[in-house]
């Protein structure tokens, strides 16, 4: 029971603050973390009541609470800086040096990230959003002009995940084309899909994997058997190398990491800017 | 022409450079900056040859490069630190407090953050985004006893992408409730719908910016009429209030402040940290 109870605390939604602190907790392998995020603490009032907080969680553990905020006005800051826990301000940290090489004092400004200062860009999140979801099926191509990348693959080897991801975070189009039957046996793209095939991107996987995804959702008949998994997989890989699509194994990559990947290889911009 | 190039560089995917980077720059108004993500650059050579690029960005522009940096491991940051642009590591700075409090060495450890090292936490993030796509349409409520929160609201008032992001980013399983014409006329919630009512939360939205939306998708026909639009919304409204559901006002809202505001409100717990 050494659990040491983390705030990530924010004058706004808290992202930056809990996406910093969790990747430097993740360097720390063993030790047990209890997270709570306190989001929206945009006066002084709601800054005192969270450092009280804090020092009531340090009194009752005995261990000293960590502390990651992200406070853009210094004022509401201030109270956190008095309390029992270790804390790492981000904007703190980095302002200063920012401001001296910008030449220029900083906005000290609300609802800039992750909010909705940006009308165009965040639009342009909803927008691929949509176009992600209308474009999800594979059954029409009429979507694919609009494109900005097609993923392709067989049933369940990450392509839904990965396209609302590259919308979500990027704004980036993403089209989703899964390879039928008919495309493995052939190993022949159809036709309808040529004039886009500079877009394709293509998701592998390991047959175990698949086999363990497929079975998850349906555990009976050629779906998931194994001699299937295999062949699908097989066949799919060969038409990428017939075609000269570009594709990854999805296998041991997170959903970051595959559209890292992807935005990195096709050199497809970034929409918008997490 | 002042546009000041920003590189963000990573071992990893480069998705913690980014999001403080970019929360960073948020703060500094009429500056343009010339956004430059590289991933992946997990070892010396690729970094030494990062450095140059940036050396190269400098010289050709005439203006400092700034470089947002998430070196896990200290030797490939080394060479980076040795280029001419301002280097802002986020490791680097707060490693060292984190690791004197805890008294322990970090590990040092790629693909901790945003990688597959938490097979449990990323499953449950690719579960939740399948249960988001499944029950999104709200023609079936047999989803609804595995939601965590059941979002309501009119047609295009921001549930799907809201569901999404809420899956993606922590794993909460989101199911959608679009309010019907007959729910909207009677003023009552359908009975399959009550046993779930301590999981409504409502979204609304003005009427002039949800007319606008809807008028991208559909220009004709009563759908998009500033009659239909206020109506709809007047009566969601008041359901919600007669039902006692909370809601959030998601026009001036980015996704980001929609879902901290539902899980903040709601104290649903995520299940999986960014």
Redesign the interface.
Known sequence: MNE?TVFFVSD?????A???G???L????G?EFK?V?V??VDTVDKAIQVARRIDRSASKSGI?P?VFT?F?QDEVRAPLLQCQG?V?D??E???A??EA??N?K????L????????KPS?DS??DA??FA?EA?DGHTTRHYDRADVILTGVSRS?K??TC??LA??YGVFAANYPLTEEDLESGRLPDSLMPFRDKLYGLTITPVRLRQIRLERRSVGRYASAQQVSYELRAAEALYKRHNVPFIDTT??????I???I??DTGVE?RV??
Chains 1, 2 share one sequence.
Do not use: C, W
């Open positions: 040491r706004q939604t808290g992202v930056t809990e996406t910093l969790n990747s430097l993740t360097q720390f392998d030790v997270p995020t989001p929206f000293r960590l992200s853009v270790l790492l981000f904007f940290a980095f302002l040096p920012l090489e910008l220029k900083s906005s000290h400004t609802g800039k990230a992750h909010g909705m200062q940006d965040y999140r909803i959003t949509n979801m999800d990450g839904t995940p609302l991801y979500l975070q041991n990559s997170s959903i970051e990491e559209a890292s990947t935005l990195n970034r800017r997490p």
